[in-house]
T-cell receptor, first 114, second 115 residues
Framework: AQKVTQAQTEISVVEKEDVTLDCVYE???????LFWYKQPPSGELVFLIR??????QNEISGRYSWNFQKSTSSFNFTITASQVVDSAVYFC???????????FGEGTQLTVNP | KAGVTQTPRYLIKTRGQQVTLSCSPI?????VSWYQQTPGQGLQFLFE???????NKGNFPGRFSGRQFSNSRSEMNVSTLELGDSALYLC??????????????FGPGTRLTVL
């Protein structure tokens, strides 16, 4: 069975601080895909990134960066110079090759204070 | 390009009633998935429809059902509502390719309250 764990329930930072959201996953599949989604107060989940299990290269997109480490089954997400608009719930998710069924973590509520 | 739309946005029902939720995917997307989000259980997969066929199913009782039409629009039905069915129901659409799986685009959700 697949499982995604986001141990940080809530994080509160002050604007311009860097913040890292942790994600640890479990799967028996050798091929799988990891995702991060953002859920602002409006409720709609916004896709941020997809990474496959064969690509451990870290990725940077503007203020966002992702660190995928297969050895520790982790896919962490860092926001550099956080902004108030980054305040949201962030979800890490996992799916195997054969389907679009996403297994989500519990989510991390990020609050960025001015 | 219009995003995923869900109707209604809010719904209040009483125990024992049934409810139908609707989802219109992004144009060109053939896969529609449904998720239930509650404070206690988080985000849980209900089922996925692709080309009018249920392709994947989560661990929910038979009271939860769905269907997809030829234009890819999907409906989800919950019969004999229970208090625990109160949740945000999210619909997601994608092109439906599974190798690799496409990213799913979510709608704003339908907030169902069961009294």
């Amino acid at each position: 069975a697949q499982k995604v764990t986001q141990a940080q329930t809530e994080i509160s930072v002050v604007e311009k601080e860097d913040v890292t959201l942790d994600c640890v996953y479990e799967t028996r599949d050798t091929t799988y895909y990891l995702f991060w989604y953002k859920q602002p107060p409006s409720g709609e989940l916004v896709f941020l990134i997809r990474r496959n299990s064969f690509d451990e290269q870290n990725e940077i997109s503007g203020r966002y960066s992702w660190n995928f480490q297969k050895s520790t089954s982790s896919f962490n997400f860092t926001i550099t110079a956080s902004q108030v608009v980054d305040s949201a719930v962030y979800f890490c998710a996992l799916t195997e090759t054969s389907g679009s069924r996403l297994t989500f973590g519990e989510g991390t509520q990020l609050t960025v204070n001015p | 390009k219009a995003g995923v739309t869900q109707t209604p946005r809010y719904l209040i029902k009483t125990r024992g009633q049934q409810v139908t939720l609707s989802c219109s995917p992004i144009s060109g997307h053939r896969s529609v998935s449904w998720y239930q989000q509650t404070p206690g259980q988080g985000l849980q997969f209900l089922f996925e429809y692709f080309s009018e066929t249920q392709r994947n199913k989560g661990n929910f009782p038979g009271r939860f059902s769905g269907r997809q039409f030829s234009n890819s629009r999907s409906e989800m039905n919950v019969s004999t509502l229970e208090l625990g069915d109160s949740a945000l129901y999210l619909c997601a659409s994608s092109f439906g390719d599974n190798n690799p799986p496409n990213e799913q685009f979510f709608g704003p959700g339908t907030r169902l309250t069961v009294l």
